[in-house]
């Protein structure tokens, strides 16, 4: 994106963050804090995820919605480190700037 880029592909680029941000703001902020860095900082190279990495995060999202059903299932006293893992892979795929607004809300909602 550059300046004097179209008004649509503003508005998707920015609808894009935003849901970057929604998924970000269901993670746990130990997550977003300490995000794992699994596959490349693909933000580096391009404005927008490829269907690649789309994939990828919705299998990890499937995998965090298995591991949480596991754990509901099979409660102990202390909450599964594979649910933490999990939600800090989703973490490090996410552009880092919508890690940092969601973390910001959350603190403003504390």
């Known amino acids: 994106m550059k300046p004097g ?7 998707l680029y920015q609808a894009m963050l935003n849901q970057q941000t929604a998924i970000a703001r269901l993670l ?3 997550a977003l804090e300490d ?13 927008i995820m490829d269907t690649g990495l789309i994939a990828q995060m919705a299998q990890e999202a499937y995998h965090l919605i298995a591991c949480c059903a596991s754990f509901e299932a099979n409660p102990t006293a202390s909450s599964s480190p594979v649910i933490g893992c999990s939600q800090r892979v989703i973490a490090g795929m996410l ?16």
């Open 28 to 30: 746990d902020i130990e």
């Open 35 to 47: 995000p794992a860095q699994r596959l490349p900082q693909w933000w580096k190279w391009q404005e």
């Open 5 to 11: 880029s179209p008004t649509q592909a503003w508005d």
């Open 95 to 110: 552009q880092p700037s919508t890690r940092m607004v969601a973390m910001g809300e959350m603190a403003k909602a504390s």
